[in-house]
């Protein structure tokens, strides 16, 4: 097996959420793959806060290729998962193809990465997987996390032995320090 790592989106995903994560992993000497609905260019989105808004904003962000569609991806090819956030979850939980790699990395204990918004999917795709672990989310997602059965956690970063996650972009730094341990 290659020393490569997989990042599952899409549209709408959180821009510094898949790129922050995507060069982490090549400058380490990693491979990296962007799997998408298909392959295409993906539309990325920043979102921020503003004051007298009681949530975040969107705004456009950079384009960004995916290299696999959901239905190429092996899941045995790769040794981590990275599931950025941003509004790419919401969408990308209804491929068919997502709960399969989703569930590979879960049932085969390699590392999962999953931050902000990413909870929305694991709570549509990995059925009992995540009973009675521990993970954090923005703090929206809560509902998301609890509703897998697992502990939300307040933390900005949180390791529940492979599984790493993050409260939103700001975290990325210990985000990807927690996942690299895991990888290396």
Known sequence: MANKVLILTGDAVEALEVFYPYYRLLEAGLEADIAAPSIKTLYTVNHDFVEGYETFIE??????????????????????LIIPG?????????????????????????????????????????????????????????????AIGAEFRSEKVYVDDNLVSGHAWDDLPGFMREFMRQIQ
Do not use: W
């Open 59 to 80: 705004k456009p962000s950079y384009q960004l290729k995916s290299h696999i569609p959901f239905e190429d991806v092996t899941p045995s090819d790769y040794i981590g």
């Open 86 to 146: 941003g509004r790419a979850p919401e969408y990308i939980r209804m491929d068919h193809n997502v709960p399969d790699i989703v569930n590979h990395f879960l049932d085969e204990n390699k590392p999962v990465g999953a931050i902000c918004h990413a909870a929305q999917l694991l709570s549509a795709v990995t059925q009992d997987r995540l009973k009675g672990r521990k993970m954090t989310a923005y703090t929206a997602c809560k509902p998301d996390v609890e």
